[in-house]
């Protein structure tokens, strides 16, 4: 929880007819989904990021990578690879995109604050995943011409988990969901399960969810807003309820409730909240928990931790969305560090807000970006 948090720190600061797929819940705070690539796919596991706009593998001939788990991707060794031109309207509208003139072969850029990097060649490739829509019967489904980075300089610094790489789901037209919206329409989903129960799997899927969107019931929708460069999805936060008191989002100069915007990221473990939200929470919490707080120097990062924490002892959270409330339960709340610590799972945020994947566990969220709406519905993901 330390790593994440750290994590979550670092990139607080930056910033189908129907397919679905299991995605694993790693014990740093990221998700992973396993993913083939080429002619002769072998499988790869890689970090779920709906705050990443590009599409990234590591692969041979490597200047820089670090270790992974599973065999570097070999271009050469897959008939279905194709470099992208220079002159390519994917190589001139990529942000950060530049060109290797001796071959005419486009080079991508990808850098985070964390600084953690991958720079390689853009690329086209086919990506097969297990469809497990039957768990009974399942099957694999391939998607070609799939743009990509094959990265031959990378480093991830902060994730000991080492994934292949990373399957970016965010608004851009290079993620994946912006790519296969043909096939499988402009929408996806996913129902995370906790940390804390790391032999079940999660599920995402592409297209619309029939079996869950179908009941309605305690199912809320709101609204979802993009922000150049157009990579975070954003919702409108004007509110957190917790026990009978509210604390509301407002301009710190000049004190307008109205609201303001809140990036929903399934790649950041911890929720970040302005500074004077997070203030008044932790001093509401501190009241209606009967119990004494550890002193802050007992963790590194996490700022209220109680010892032997129950469910029971945790005041009702609800967060006010535009035209939705979300009732968040005690584990959305409050996480196990270990040897019965308890803490927030919430942190001040230095620049962006951010709702977390912590607080989004145990949800079923769906995203209709024709629509530009989320839609959140209680589930216990792990039954899925």
Not at 77 to 100: A, F, H, K, Q, V
Not at 285 to 314: A, H, W
Request: aromatic share 12%.
């Amino acid at each position: 929880m330390y790593n994440a948090l750290q994590h979550s720190i670092n990139r607080a600061s930056f910033l189908w007819s129907k397919l679905s797929t299991s995605i694993i819940p790693d014990i740093h705070g990221v998700y992973l989904t396993k993913i083939s690539i080429g002619t002769k796919p072998s499988a790869k596991l890689v970090a779920v990021d709906t705050g990443s706009d590009l599409i990234w593998i590591q692969c041979e001939p490597c200047v820089h990578c670090y270790e992974q788990q599973t065999p570097i991707f070999n271009p050469q060794n897959s008939s279905t690879y194709r470099p992208i031109s220079c002159d390519s309207t994917e190589c001139m509208s990529l942000p950060g995109g530049s060109c290797y003139t001796r071959k005419n072969t486009c080079l991508y850029s990808a850098r985070y604050n964390d600084e953690s990097y991958s720079y390689g060649d853009l690329a086209s490739e086919t990506f097969t995943f297990d469809d497990a829509t039957n768990i009974s019967r399942p099957i694999r489904l391939s998607m070609s011409n799939i743009t990509f980075g094959c990265g031959w300089m990378n480093d991830i610094t902060t994730l000991d988990v080492e994934p292949a790489g990373i399957i970016g789901l965010g608004a851009s037209p290079y993620s994946l969901v912006s790519q296969i919206k043909s096939k499988f329409g402009h929408k996806f989903s996913y129902c995370l399960v906790p940390f804390f129960q790391l032999n079940v799997s999660s599920r995402l899927n592409f297209g619309e969810n029939e079996a869950l969107i179908s009941s309605t019931k305690h199912m809320v929708t709101t609204p979802l807003f993009l922000k150049p460069p157009k990579v975070y999805y954003f919702l409108k936060l004007l509110g957190i309820t917790i026990g009978n008191t509210t604390i509301r989002f407002h301009n710190t100069s000049k004190k307008v409730h109205k609201g303001g915007k809140i990036a929903i990221d399934s790649g950041t473990t911890f929720t970040f909240l302005p500074t004077h939200m997070y203030s008044e929470m932790e001093t509401i919490m501190k009241r209606e928990i009967k119990l004494k707080p550890l002193r802050s120097n007992t963790t590194r990062f996490l700022q209220l931790c109680y010892q032997g924490l129950r469910v029971s002892d945790i005041p009702p959270v609800i967060f006010e969305f535009q035209n939705a409330k979300l009732e968040l339960e005690a584990l959305n709340n409050f996480v196990n560090i270990g040897n019965d610590v308890i803490c927030l799972a919430f942190a001040p945020a230095k620049h962006l807000p951010i709702f977390g994947n912590i607080a989004q566990t145990n949800f079923f969220v769906a995203y209709d970006l024709d629509n530009k709406t989320v839609s959140f519905k209680p589930q216990i993901c792990a039954k899925l």
